[in-house]
């Protein structure tokens, strides 16, 4: 029997905006509603700016609000997509842009790979470490407004299939600790798609593979995340009028991937086109996959897009350790649970990246049995919105 998780209690306005039933419909290669238009004639990068207002929002596009976290000035039930000045609409949301609301400061916490050591062991899952992980980020003062999860949250055979939904409600289970301050906001991995192989596609497997389909009913919609594609974005801005900044973080799913139509291709060039202050892409494989093996089908093109857009960061996992490629302006942190790969010397944790007065992110490393920043020489950084490096303070 899969447990089922009460949604988070701040996303009620999910009935104002729209039926996900329909989301996504039109009959537009793309996948995308018919309300939600690209205007192809703008000045953004690659081809295509948003219409600036010009277009109602399709009334079938989901939209989520989750509420702001400060005094409100969101207007609940719809998506607010903000340009890079800090504030001003730019035009009618893609869809799966969920609305995070306003925050006093960027402050959020990421984690990746939560599994066990060996496929369908459920009895070894790490929920202790995972539960501890979470319960460490939510004791952060200051508190963190969120979490973001890299990817991995089971290690089941998806021909059996037994086990993939027990495990995905073991990791809702452990994130229980952190809901209460905030939402955790969960990336694909390929472990969601296969139970091995880390260039396997379930584009379309929606209800034909146990472990795609638990990452979409027992993981992302539990979580209060739209659940009928595993891609979306979060977008948050200043709550501070004096301070003004907007963020968004786009959730990847490279390992469901339309090779032939381009659907969540085409979408993450759409939602990477919306100017903000920040922009930080969440995914599960990095760049330089370990091990030499081949990478997610996803992994390529969105590579190839983020040298046409500005980005801060990206933030991903599937090498259980940890590392700062500067080069590729990625965190790779893969210290949920999972077996550590070879080499690594460090233990689980748990990375914290928090805005500060200058503007920059600085992430840290922390040590989740002491909760101090590890011992690794790269385990604290900082950059600067537009992902150049800036000394750590």
């Not at 009334?59 to 607010?80: C, K, N, Y």
Request: a negative charge; hydrophobic letters at 35%.
């Amino acid at each position: 029997m899969r447990l089922r998780w009460p949604l988070l209690a701040l996303l009620p306005a999910l009935a104002c905006g729209g039926n996900l039933a329909n989301a996504g419909g039109g009959d537009d290669a793309s996948g995308f509603g018919g309300g939600a238009a690209v205007d192809g004639g703008g000045d953004a990068p690659g081809g295509g700016s948003l219409d600036a207002g010009t277009e109602a929002a399709d009334a079938g596009t989901p939209v989520l609000d989750a509420g702001p976290r400060d005094a409100g000035t969101e207007d609940a039930g719809h998506v607010t997509i903000f340009d890079g000045d800090g504030g001003t609409p730019s035009g009618p949301p893609p869809p799966y842009v969920i609305n995070g609301g306003t925050l006093a400061s960027l402050d959020f916490g990421v984690v990746g790979d939560t599994r066990p050591w060996i496929y369908d062991d459920t009895a070894q899952y790490p929920t202790a470490i995972i539960t501890q992980i979470f319960q460490d980020m939510a004791n952060l003062s200051p508190p963190i407004a969120f979490v973001t999860a890299t990817g991995d949250y089971m290690f089941a055979d998806p021909i059996l299939g037994t086990e993939a939904s027990k495990q995905a409600d073991l990791f809702v289970g452990a994130a229980q600790k952190f809901l209460s301050v905030g939402p955790v906001w969960t990336s694909m991995g390929n472990h969601e798609c296969d139970w091995a192989t880390s260039n396997d596609n379930c584009f379309g497997q929606d209800t034909s593979n146990p472990n795609y389909e638990a990452f979409l009913q027992d993981i992302l919609a539990p979580l209060g995340i739209p659940n009928q594609v595993p891609y979306f974005a979060v977008t948050y801005s200043s709550s501070d009028p004096t301070r003004p900044w907007t963020a968004k973080f786009v959730y990847i799913a490279p390992n469901s991937w339309d090779t032939a139509n381009d659907t969540q291709g085409k979408w993450a060039q759409q939602v990477l086109a919306i100017p903000t202050t920040y922009t930080f892409l969440v995914r599960h494989q990095p760049t330089n996959n370990p091990g030499g093996n081949p990478p997610a089908p996803g992994v390529p093109p969105t590579d190839a897009l983020l040298q046409e857009y500005p980005f801060t960061l990206k933030l991903t996992g599937h090498s259980h350790s940890y590392m700062y490629d500067q080069k590729n302006r990625e965190i790779v942190n893969g210290l949920g649970g999972a077996p550590f790969d070879t080499g690594y010397n460090g233990d689980y944790g748990y990375v914290v990246c928090r805005q500060r007065a200058d503007m920059a992110i600085q992430c840290s490393l922390y040590d989740y049995k002491s909760n101090a920043v590890a011992g690794d020489p790269n385990a604290t950084l900082a950059v600067n919105p537009d992902g150049s490096s800036t000394p750590a303070q």
